[in-house]
Nanobody
């Protein structure tokens, strides 16, 4: 059974930081590109960042570039999203995702989803 379990969400003031983690099991983690998505109330889900299977290439959405950083540890089967300089508009449910390639994940072609973790940024 494939499981993607996010943790690290919560309530933070604007300008603060949070670190999201996603623990993956039930698949060959190093064979998958990984990504983080978010969905705010009343809005469509959007990609935040993706990373290739080996961690060699990371892509970040323009809205988070310079503030968020995706990384992965293939020895621990985890993918992490470090979020700094958080803004109220970053408030959303954040989900991790696995796909066959970074480009596919960024395009929403996801094979496996996590259940999500809520991030709330107060002004």
């Amino acid at each position: 059974q494939v499981r993607l379990v996010e943790s690290g969400g919560g309530l933070v003031q604007a300008g603060g930081s949070l670190r999201l983690s996603c623990a993956v099991s039930g698949l060959t983690f190093s064979a998958y590109a990984m990504g983080w998505f978010r969905q705010a109330p009343g809005k469509e889900r959007e990609p935040v960042a993706t990373i290739t299977w080996d961690g060699g290439i990371a892509n970040h959405a323009n809205s988070v570039k310079g503030r968020f950083t995706i990384s992965r540890d293939n020895a621990k089967n985890t993918v992490t999203l470090q979020m700094n300089s958080l803004k109220p508009e970053d408030t959303a449910e954040y989900s991790c995702a696995a796909g066959i390639s970074s480009g596919a994940v960024m395009a929403g072609d996801v094979k496996f989803w996590g259940q999500g973790t809520q991030v709330t940024v107060s002004s």
